[in-house]
T-cell receptor
Framework: GQSLEQPSEVTAVEGAIVQINCTYQTSGFYGLSWYQQHDGGAPTFLSYNALDGLEETGRFSSFLSRSDSYGYLLLQELQMKDSASYFCAVHSGGYQKVTFGTGTKLQVIP | GAVVSQHPSWVICKSGTSVKIECRSLDFQATTMFWYRQFPKQSLMLMATSNEGSKATYEQGVEKDKFLINHASLTLSTLTVTSAHPEDSSFYIC??????????????FGPGTRLTVL
């Protein structure tokens, strides 16, 4: 089966940088995604890494190390609206099913 | 962009009744749809993978006779919670993968359906 671990909560100051780590165990690994979910809403896709290295999309960057079964999401220039839950998710198996991590609740404070 | 809708957005039902939730891809065709369940303050748990024209693949621990999935067309998948009980109360979310998409990262989520069983 799959297992993913993330910190449960992170607090950071507006304008700062925060890194959310994710470690995983899975078979048939294809890639690692990151999703944002605000309370009561559906997840929205942020990024995807299939290969080792850093992917940058605006204020958000995501990193993957396949050999270490580890990835992280980096959020820069934090804004209050970034307060949400962030999930890493592994893509695995024949249908490329997506298994979500435990989620990290980010609170951005003034 | 690709849009996925769910209907209803919320539903309250009595214990023992059945509830059907629809998931539609509005502007694309989806050969694969996924159904998730999310309890408060918890992660999304994959329930099943639904492929158009074939039987759904259920995750371990998910009762296929209780959670009936029908993916009858390339734009519609339905989840029926049969004989619902209060412990089935949850947020049900579907996602759809566009036909022809590279099989890695493209899936779009619906807004979710909040089910409350009294």
């Amino acid at each position: 089966g799959q297992s993913l671990e993330q910190p449960s909560e992170v607090t950071a100051v507006e304008g700062a940088i925060v890194q959310i780590n994710c470690t995983y165990q899975t078979s048939g690994f294809y890639g690692l995604s990151w999703y944002q979910q605000h309370d009561g809403g559906a997840p929205t896709f942020l990024s995807y890494n299939a290969l080792d290295g850093l992917e940058e999309t605006g204020r958000f960057s995501s990193f993957l190390s396949r050999s270490d079964s580890y990835g992280y999401l980096l959020l820069q220039e934090l804004q209050m609206k970034d307060s949400a839950s962030y999930f890493c998710a592994v893509h695995s198996g024949g249908y490329q099913k997506v298994t979500f991590g435990t989620g990290t609740k980010l609170q951005v404070i003034p | 962009g690709a849009v996925v809708s769910q209907h209803p957005s919320w539903v309250i039902c009595k214990s023992g009744t059945s509830v059907k939730i629809e998931c539609r891809s509005l502007d694309f065709q989806a050969t694969t749809m996924f159904w998730y369940r999310q309890f408060p303050k918890q992660s999304l748990m994959l329930m099943a993978t639904s492929n158009e024209g074939s039987k759904a693949t259920y995750e371990q621990g998910v009762e296929k006779d209780k959670f009936l999935i029908n993916h009858a067309s390339l734009t519609l998948s339905t989840l029926t919670v049969t004989s619902a009980h209060p412990e089935d109360s949850s947020f049900y979310i579907c996602s759809a993968r566009p036909q022809g998409a590279a099989l890695y990262n493209e899936q779009f989520f619906g807004p979710g359906t909040r089910l409350t069983v009294l």
